[in-house]
């Protein structure tokens, strides 16, 4: 039975503050689980060059669910899905949340609002004008906040916006357009490769990975996550090669 394994980034599989961003344990089984012909890919909150610019050498994703689900592609990047939100719902939150770092991905760029760092680059830029945006595809936008009661507060407030889905991921938030989650990513995914339900598995660590953790019976999550996220997930394991060793195992 050919398997396909969903992996989030952040705290699963990519540890930024790491000497070692990547676990050797983790890559030998992500090797192994490919070797017999099963997919593995990544489902998360960041752009897609936020992955591809982190990516490790010893493997490649089979496919790419970024954005929380809005942009959906295969392993040589070719489109599946993708939705966009508007430029209007984006100035609105900007305005509320004007001394809040921001983070909004477009099609091809990363811009930074608030933000403490200066970038230089051609696909992430510093935003000092809205009028930057005029003509942008965007994808997603982010907040980050100091606490993760201020993100959740934050949720509540931006609920009254009905063309988007906000998704807490510890103290940041990430929003998309309506209907787009780590779950309908998933979806996407597993009816381009035309697979049954029983035949996908994921592995996540927060909040932002729940709508996934429920849709899937192989769901995987760490024994140090949020006690919420435990709940929803089927297995509870330390690390990620533990959940592809139990995956095999019912292979």
């Not at 099963?38 to 936020?50: A, D, E, M, Q, S």
């Not at 990516?55 to 966009?84: C, H």
């Not at 760029?109 to 004008?129: A, G, Q």
């Not at 930057?132 to 907040?143: A, G, N, Y």
Request: one cysteine or more.
């Amino acid at each position: 039975m050919d398997l396909l394994l969903a992996s989030d980034f952040d705290g699963t599989l990519f540890f930024e503050h790491q000497l070692e961003n990547y676990r050797r344990d983790d890559i030998k089984a992500i090797q192994k689980f490919q070797s017999l012909g099963h997919k593995f890919g990544v489902c998360t909150g960041r752009p897609l060059i936020g992955v591809t610019d982190f990516a490790s050498p010893d493997f490649k994703f089979d496919f790419y669910i970024v954005n929380s689900g809005a942009i959906v592609l295969d392993r040589d990047f070719k489109l599946i899905s993708k939705k966009e939100i508007t430029l209007t719902t984006v100035e609105k939150v900007m305005d509320s949340y004007n001394d809040v770092e921001m983070l909004i991905a477009t099609e091809n760029e990363i811009y930074f609002v608030n933000s403490k760092n200066d970038f230089s680059s051609d696909f992430i830029i510093n935003l000092t004008s809205k009028k930057q945006l005029l003509d942008k595809t965007i994808i997603s936008f982010s907040l980050m906040f100091k606490t993760e009661k201020e993100a959740f507060s934050a949720k509540q407030d931006l609920q009254q916006y009905v063309d988007i889905e906000i998704f807490q991921n510890k103290t940041a938030l990430d929003v998309v357009a309506k209907d787009c989650s780590k779950k309908s990513g998933l979806e996407a995914i597993a009816n381009y490769y035309q697979l049954d339900k029983n035949d996908l598995a994921c592995i996540g660590d927060s909040y932002n990975d729940i709508s996934m953790l429920e849709f899937v019976d192989n769901s995987f999550t760490f024994d140090y996550s949020p006690l919420e996220v435990q709940q929803v997930a089927n297995n509870v394991v330390s690390h990620l090669d533990q959940c592809i060793e139990q995956l095999l195992q019912k292979d």
